[in-house]
């Protein structure tokens, strides 16, 4: 009898849905900030990662639109054909002023950023040291870059030099990856530790910015910034489509490692420079986190306004955070999914995440300078009553 061969594809959708690990999008209308539509009701925006809220700012829509004026909607090829422009230009020298380094290459994503780099400078006679919770793309780097991969245990130093004594000497080049803030959970890696590990083992070291930028640090250059570490040889990966609300991502580092990646990441080579307006939304936002620090205070003054009610509930486990994100634990997907209805349901828009994503499901708030004390304070009203008629 003749089978299907794409049969297997409703079975594992249907495996997907029984374990509670289906996903679907949501459709949000209108411009991005602390509340949004959802489904035509108004809800508040515990789900974005526009943590200054710039995504729907008035100069850096302005800006777009007349970077599509002046350049057109598309870049028309990649950059070392016909898809360069200044703008590409005047945004890298800013990265790189913002990150104290000698030069950044935009890529037209930050998972491409990474996917670039990583598998530009390793390959199969290397070894990639990576913690266990790092981003996808991070992982998939590696995969993709035919190294060794060893995965250390969460921000632990201690295991992670006992790998490199038993591994290092087996390999060539070694590349240790870690996200900054860790984008799942909140908390932040080690950085200082980690780079005196890179330095005693010989190893390069990749850190991932992509939620610390314009975040964490006096001027939001990131967590290198964070732990005084500017200057200090490593590889710094973000993104431009977070708290610098457009698209796009990029490597900061010295001017050898970036002409190097400019010759070598295929990521860069073999896709389409960023669009004029992504390009032009990015370098106005990096222009107001730089003129305007005061959005950063204000969203360290909304993150400590959160955490000091959430100890009015000490029955919701908080995992470990230093930032804007902020999660509770939950037994299973299906309580999670509970939880994020419930929330819903009240008018707060806060997703469950789940395995695979991360180990653990857990309902996920991530806040933003523009949230005003109203907004948290019904978050936390409203966790106070779910909890009240649910079991966890
Ligand atoms: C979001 C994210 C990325 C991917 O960035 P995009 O620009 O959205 O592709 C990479 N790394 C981390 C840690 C992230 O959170």
Wanted: net charge negative; glycine share 8%; hydrophobic share 40%.
């Amino acid at each position: 009898m003749k089978t299907d061969p794409y049969a297997w594809i409703e079975e594992s959708l249907a495996t997907i849905h029984r374990a509670n690990w289906y996903r679907s999008v949501q459709t949000i209308e209108g411009r991005p900030g602390a509340t949004v539509l959802l489904g035509g009701q108004e809800v508040i925006n515990f789900a974005s990662n526009d943590y200054l809220g710039l995504a729907g700012n008035e100069h850096v829509i302005a800006a777009a639109i007349a970077a599509i004026q002046e350049f057109g909607t598309g870049s028309t090829g990649s950059r070392l054909l016909s898809g360069h422009r200044e703008l590409h230009r005047e945004l890298e020298e800013a990265i790189a002023s913002t990150k104290q380094t000698e030069d950044a290459v935009v890529f037209s994503s930050g998972y491409l950023a990474n996917l670039g780099a990583i598998t530009a400078l390793t390959g199969k006679r290397d070894l990639i040291l990576s913690d266990q919770y790092n981003h996808s793309s991070l992982k998939n780097g590696s995969i993709l870059s035919g190294a060794a991969i060893v995965e250390y245990p969460h921000c632990d130093v201690a295991a992670l030099k006992t790998q490199l004594n038993q591994q290092r000497q087996n390999y060539r080049r070694c590349l240790i990856l870690t996200d900054s803030i860790f984008s799942m959970d909140g908390d932040l890696c080690p950085l200082p530790a980690l780079l005196d590990l890179a330095d005693e083992f010989d190893c390069m070291l990749l850190v991932d910015e992509a939620h610390a930028t314009g975040v964490l640090g006096k001027t939001g250059a990131g967590c290198v910034e964070y732990f005084g570490c500017t200057g200090r040889q490593l590889i710094q990966i973000g993104t431009l489509s977070k708290a610098l609300a457009s698209l796009g991502g990029y490597v900061a580092g010295s001017a050898t490692l970036i002409d190097f990646l400019r010759n070598r990441a295929p990521s860069w080579i073999y896709t389409t420079a960023l669009s004029p307006a992504d390009t032009a939304a990015a370098l106005a936002a990096i222009k107001i986190m730089q003129q305007e620090p005061q959005r950063r205070t204000q969203l360290w003054s909304n993150i400590d306004y959160l955490k000091k009610l959430l100890q009015q509930l000490p029955n919701f486990k908080l995992l470990p955070s230093e930032s804007p994100i902020l999660c509770f634990q939950l037994a299973s997907a299906a309580d999670a999914l509970q939880v994020g209805k419930q929330l819903r349901q009240a008018g707060i828009f806060a997703p469950a995440i789940r395995p695979p994503t991360v180990p653990t499901s857990r309902v996920r708030i991530s806040l933003m300078a523009t949230h005003e004390s109203s907004h948290i304070e019904k978050l936390v009203q409203t966790l106070n009553s779910i909890y009240i008629d649910t079991t966890f």
